[in-house]
């Protein structure tokens, strides 16, 4: 990892909302961490794109970024002809986006993985006449071929593993469903791939696999979403393109630290998206693990932490967990960096008030998970043709997202489902609904909002 001027780096904070009394015998302590970074801006100190058509190229000049898109080549991107066209527009505008001096690569992906630009498995640095290059070799950007998108992410890997920078990204765009090579070698690939770039993807059109996008998302922490009209893309791209543009540290880790006798519950991104980190812990020496969270711009995200206690006995307190955010040390030798960190604790109490009170961040981000769970159940009923399961759990997920003031899931809910009553959760099961609108749902299902002020 490279290092970072002090004027880019965002500066973090930790902020913990729990109720840490316990009743006496209990055990179960749950907190919600705040993490933000603030400081870092959307440039990194770096000229935007169209600032200067030549400083890229000067010698010695070092990018702090390397980015790779991968468009869908295969043949259904034909049908219609407008989706090969609007794919090609919209990684053009992704393009225009680069800021100078990032690297970055277009490979087409079909059964097999091409590079598109620059091609001789390198990556060209973005100033005005680079960009000028890659928008012509779009041109030659053709259909016809499968799918098999391990392919596209080990090119993708190869390439951007060539660039010394801190921020290594890709975004991904596919229409159809992954039927060219084996699910295991795509989780070979996505295993392979972890923690060695991230990646947003999209699917376009309403033929591609919901699970198979979000998929590769969550496995490389980055976004999913649809774009069910081609239309969109450029717009999509851009906005993708502009959030990547403002990540300034990679590889940042959440670290738990929990005294002798403290058992592991869960830990979960909980917000802007529900996301278990639990099976993807690294030791990082006694009592202490890493939890991966990706790259960071200006932003902040909610995490929520379980821990089991020993048991103790009225008026005693300990140490819960110590939470903090580390930065690997350059070249993965050395103490690595703690950006900040924040405490849980117990108390063990006989005051009943106290200890049955549910803290309110804990709450609201438990119906969060519970909401994108029962979005997900629902879904898979209604596919099973269960319409009672269904309409069971959909009621639910309509109740939860009322009640925690969800207006863009509970819109979404609304075209899947006809709302009687949202506070009971009362609701029927539409007898048609669109593709796209299932789709949607099933795409957005992890995305929460923050807690009602």
């Known amino acids: 990892m490279a290092n970072f001027s002090k ?29 933000t970074s603030t400081g870092g801006g959307t440039t990194g100190g770096m000229a935007s794109a169209g600032a200067s058509s030549t400083p890229s190229a000067l010698p010695g000049h070092r990018p702090n970024a390397a980015v790779v898109i991968m468009v869908d080549c295969s043949g259904s991107m034909d049908y219609p002809p407008t989706k090969m ?70 090119l993708a890997d190869r390439l951007l593993a ?19 090579e084996a699910p295991e070698d795509l989780k070979a690939s996505l295993d392979a791939c972890a923690g060695r770039f991230t990646c947003d993807a ?18 490389l922490l980055g976004t999913s979403d649809i774009v069910a009209d081609p239309a969109g893309l450029a717009a999509d791209f851009t906005r993708m393109m502009e959030n990547a543009m403002g990540k300034e540290v990679a590889d940042v880790a959440l670290r738990l630290w929990t005294p002798v006798g403290v058992e592991m519950g869960f830990v979960k991104q909980v917000a802007p998206t529900v996301e278990d980190l639990t099976g993807r812990r690294t030791e990082a020496g006694p009592r202490a693990g890493d939890y991966p969270t990706g790259s960071w711009g200006d932003e902040s995200r909610d995490y929520h932490i379980c821990v089991r206690v020993p048991q103790a006995a009225i008026g005693q307190e300990m140490l819960a967990a110590r939470v ?82 969800n207006a863009d899931t509970a819109k979404l809910l609304s075209k899947v489902v006809d709302v009687v009553d949202a506070a009971t ?7 048609r609904v669109a593709d796209a609108d299932e789709m949607t749902l099933e795409t957005r299902s992890t995305k929460t909002v923050r807690v009602k002020k």
């Open 7 to 35: 004027s880019t780096v965002p500066r973090f904070s930790v902020d913990v909302y729990q109720n840490e009394y316990l009743p006496e015998g209990g055990r179960e302590v749950n907190a919600i961490v705040t993490v």
């Open 162 to 180: 060539s660039a010394d920078v801190p921020i290594r990204h890709g975004i991904l765009l596919t229409d159809g469903r992954n039927e060219h």
């Open 324 to 405: 903090s955010l580390v930065l690997p040390a350059p070249g993965g030798g050395g103490a690595p960096e703690v950006l900040s960190q924040g405490l849980v604790r117990a108390v063990w109490t006989d005051d009943m008030a106290a200890s049955t009170s549910i803290n309110p961040q804990v709450a609201h981000y438990t119906g969060q998970a519970e909401l994108a769970q029962v979005i997900q159940q629902g879904l898979d009923a209604r596919k099973s043709g269960d319409s009672d399961g269904a309409t069971a759990k959909l009621g639910r997920a309509v109740q939860l997202a009322a009640a925690s003031g």
């Open 202 to 219: 999209r699917g376009v059109g309403t033929d591609w696999e919901v699970k198979e996008v979000t998929g590769i998302a969550s496995a």
């Open 85 to 154: 066209r609007n794919a090609r527009d919209a990684t053009a505008a992704a393009i225009d986006t680069l800021r100078d001096g990032v690297a970055f690569a277009v490979v087409g992906g079909t059964h097999m993985a091409k590079e598109v630009f620059p091609g001789n498995g390198r990556l060209a640095v973005a100033d005005a006449y680079t960009r000028a290059q890659a928008k012509e070799a779009l041109r030659r950007l053709s259909a016809g071929g499968g799918t098999a998108i391990g392919t596209w992410l080990r």
């Open 425 to 431: 959760g009362t609701v029927r099961l539409k007898a």
